[in-house]
C-alpha cells in the first residue's frame, strides 16, 4: 500500500503526466456527460422500450460500447464504431490501392491525408447509420409518446441525423486529442470507459436474477464473483505471456545479427496488434446491423443478433485471428526492416539480406502470431461458456469476449505509458518485479 501511495505522489510530481493525465480525465468526463444528453425532440421518460430492447444480444453490446448512449438515445448514441468501421476500410485500401500505400509510406504528412480521408468516410457512413437508428428508435418507441415533434417530423428527422453525426464526430475529436495530448490512445479509452459504465448495471441485473428467477442466491453470486476475478487474472497473465514470450522465441528462431560488431536479436511479437483486432472485428459484427435497421431478429441481423449463438462466435473468432494477422502485417514492415538491416550492414545467418531477409521474417512472423491469434479469439468466445453456466447475458459479456480484452488490454497499454514516464525521470515504475509489459512494451 505505501508503494501504491508513493507511486501516486511520483505520478502527481511530474508536471507533464499530471496534466496529461487531468487532461484525459477531463475529456472522458465530456464524453461520458454527453451520454446522458437525450436527442432534442425525445421524450427521455418514454424510452423504456428502447433499454429493453438493448438489454441483451448484439444492441447490447452495441450499448456497452457507447457507455449506454445507445439505448439512452443520446447524441453520442452511435459512438466510435462508424470512425473505427471507416479506419479498417482506409487501412484496407492501403494494401490494395497504390494511392493509399503510397500515403502510408509519406509520414506524418501521409498520416495526415489518411485521417482526412477516414474522416470523410465516417461521415458516409453516418449518413448510413444514423438514418437507420432513427427507424429502428420510431419502430420501439413510437407508441410511448417519446416523440415530441412527432413520429415523422421532417424537423426531427433531420436535426437528429444530423446531431448524431456531429456526435460522432465530436467523439472521434475527443479521442485523437486524448492521444495527442493526453495519456493511452484516445480511442480504445473511450471505448474502455464506456464498457465500465456498463459494468455496474450489469451487475445489478446478475444480482436481481441471483435472487429472483434464476436462483441460487448469495452463494452462486458469490461463486460468479469468483470466476469473474479468475478470468480476469488469468486474461491479464495471458496477455503479459503473449506479450513476454516472443522476445525469447525469436531469439530461438531467428538467430543473431551481426549489428556494429555486437550480435543483437530481432525483438518480434507474438501478439503485435495488441486490442486491435477485437475492435476491428468487432466492427465488422455490427454491420449486418446497418443493413436490417438495427432489428435483430431478421436476415442477417437474425443469423448475427445473438452473440451467444455457434455462427456468431464462430465468425467472430474467426475475424480475431484474421485481424491479428492483418493488423501485424500493417504495424511491421518486414521489407522495411529487412532493408534497415542491409544499410547498417545487419544480417541473419544462413540468409541473404534484401528479399530474402523480408521473405524469412514474414514466414517468422506468420508462425509466431498464430499462436497469439489463437489466444485472442478464445477469450473472445468465453461469454458463450459463462451464459451456460445460467450467467445473466449482461453479466456474461464481462466474462471473456471483447469487453474483457479491451478492459485489459487498454489498461495495460495506459499504465505502459504511465511507466515509462516514472522511468524517464528516475522514479520506480509500477511493479516491482520489473517493467510492465504493455503493447508497446
Not at 480504445?188 to 470507459?193: A, N, Y
Not at 464498457?195 to 451487475?203: C, E, G, Q
Not at 455462427?311 to 473468432?317: I, L, Q, S, T
Not at 521489407?335 to 545467418?349: V, Y
Amino acid at each position: 500500500m505505501k508503494k501504491l501511495i508513493d507511486t501516486i505522489r511520483n505520478i502527481f510530481k511530474i508536471e507533464e503526466l499530471r496534466k496529461r493525465i487531468l487532461y484525459t480525465l477531463g475529456l472522458l468526463l465530456i464524453y461520458r456527460l454527453g451520454s446522458f444528453v437525450v436527442l432534442p425532440g425525445l421524450n427521455p421518460e418514454a424510452l423504456a422500450n428502447l433499454q429493453k430492447q438493448t438489454a441483451d444480444g448484439i444492441l447490447g453490446l452495441l450499448d456497452i460500447f457507447s457507455g449506454g448512449a445507445f439505448s439512452n438515445a443520446s447524441i453520442f448514441a452511435l459512438g466510435i464504431m462508424p470512425y473505427i468501421s471507416a479506419s479498417i476500410v482506409i487501412q484496407l485500401l492501403g494494401i490494395a490501392i497504390p494511392y493509399f500505400q503510397k500515403l502510408q509510406k509519406e509520414g506524418e504528412s501521409g498520416r495526415r491525408k489518411i485521417n482526412q480521408w477516414t474522416r470523410y468516410l465516417t461521415i458516409g457512413i453516418l449518413l448510413i447509420q444514423a438514418p437507420a437508428y432513427l427507424v429502428n428508435l420510431r419502430s420501439e418507441v413510437s407508441d410511448s409518446g417519446a416523440f415530441v415533434l412527432g413520429t415523422n417530423s421532417l424537423l426531427f428527422n433531420f436535426s437528429a441525423t444530423v446531431v448524431l453525426i456531429a456526435g460522432t464526430m465530436f467523439v472521434m475529436w475527443l479521442g485523437e486529442k486524448i492521444t495527442d495530448k493526453g495519456i493511452g490512445n484516445g480511442v480504445s479509452l473511450i471505448i474502455m470507459i464506456g464498457i465500465i459504465a456498463r459494468l455496474p448495471h450489469a451487475f445489478m441485473a446478475e444480482f436481481s436474477a441471483r435472487f429472483g428467477t434464476a436462483g441460487g442466491g448469495f452463494v452462486m453470486l458469490i461463486v460468479e464473483l469468483v470466476l469473474l476475478f479468475l478470468v480476469f487474472a488469468g486474461t491479464i497473465a495471458l496477455v503479459q505471456a503473449v506479450r513476454k514470450i516472443p522476445v525469447q522465441y525469436a531469439k530461438r528462431i531467428v538467430g543473431n545479427k551481426q549489428y556494429g560488431g555486437v550480435r543483437q536479436y530481432i525483438p518480434l511479437k507474438i501478439n503485435a496488434a495488441g486490442v486491435m483486432p477485437i475492435i476491428f472485428a468487432q466492427a465488422i459484427m455490427m454491420l449486418p446491423l446497418i443493413f436490417t435497421r438495427f432489428e435483430a431478429t431478421q436476415g442477417l441481423g437474425a443469423v448475427f443478433g445473438n452473440i451467444y449463438g455457434f455462427w456468431y462466435n464462430f465468425v467472430f473468432g474467426i475475424l480475431v485471428m484474421a485481424f491479428t494477422y492483418f493488423y501485424t502485417a500493417i504495424t511491421i514492415n518486414t521489407n522495411q526492416m529487412a532493408d534497415d538491416m542491409k544499410r547498417n550492414g545487419g544480417f541473419i545467418p544462413g540468409i541473404k539480406p534484401g528479399k530474402q531477409t523480408a521473405s524469412y521474417l514474414d514466414t517468422i512472423m506468420t508462425r509466431i502470431t498464430l499462436p497469439g491469434s489463437i489466444c485472442l479469439a478464445i477469450v473472445a468466445i468465453l461469454p458463450v461458456f459463462a451464459r451456460m453456466i445460467g450467467v445473466d447475458n449482461q453479466f456474461a459479456m464481462f466474462y471473456g469476449g471483447t469487453s474483457l480484452l479491451i478492459l485489459v488490454g487498454v489498461v495495460l497499454d495506459t499504465l505502459q505509458q504511465i511507466e515509462s514516464h516514472l522511468l524517464l525521470r528516475h522514479y520506480d515504475g509500477l511493479m516491482k518485479s520489473g517493467r510492465m509489459k504493455g503493447r508497446m512494451g
